[in-house]
């Protein structure tokens, strides 16, 4: 799906209970604007690796971020845009590398299913404001979710509370 049509299709959705690809039903009653930018300004205001990661979907290398080691009291704004994703309550430590946070911000996030060449089915997650891809939400999280939004931490920033 174009980009463009996938934020217009998620503006508004809420965070996916169910895996893969659920979206909650009906509009959020904060009304997020779309942030469209072109590929010469998206290459202006993020670094070369949030450019990486947020506009061509790659993916940091594992433990590499210091927001792993986060434990401050916050929230994780998408580095494209500024959206609060997640506040600090929602992290913990899952041992996979990367940031994980149990649950999100009500329709800030939006999901989006990926089928891999293993045909194993998942979901990526994005930003409902700019459509910057963040990282993949898993079902093998802890309660009350029981979802892991595993974050590449090159594509958030931290607002300590």
């Not at 930018?37 to 947020?54: C, F, G």
């Not at 990367?98 to 989006?112: L, N, R």
Request: hydrophobic content about 35%; charged content about 20%.
């Amino acid at each position: 799906m174009n980009r463009r049509l996938f934020i217009a299709a998620v503006a508004g959705a809420a965070c996916a209970r169910a895996l893969p690809g659920a979206r909650a039903a009906g509009p959020d009653p904060e009304r997020i604007e779309p942030v469209v930018r072109t590929d010469a300004q998206w290459r202006a205001i993020l670094t070369p690796e949030q450019y990486h990661v947020l506009r061509q979907e790659g993916t940091e290398r594992p433990f590499s971020s210091p927001l792993n080691n986060e434990k401050r009291k916050g929230t994780f704004v998408c580095a494209g845009c500024e959206l609060a994703l997640f506040v600090s309550a929602t992290k913990y430590d899952s041992g996979t590398g990367w940031p994980s946070f149990y649950d999100c911000i009500k329709g800030h996030v939006a999901t989006q299913p990926e089928i891999r060449a293993t045909y194993f089915t998942y979901s990526e997650y994005h930003c409902a404001r700019c459509g910057g891809h963040h990282g993949h939400v898993f079902n093998d999280g802890p309660k009350p979710t029981g979802l892991r939004y595993c974050e590449n931490g090159v594509a958030v920033k931290f607002v300590p509370a």
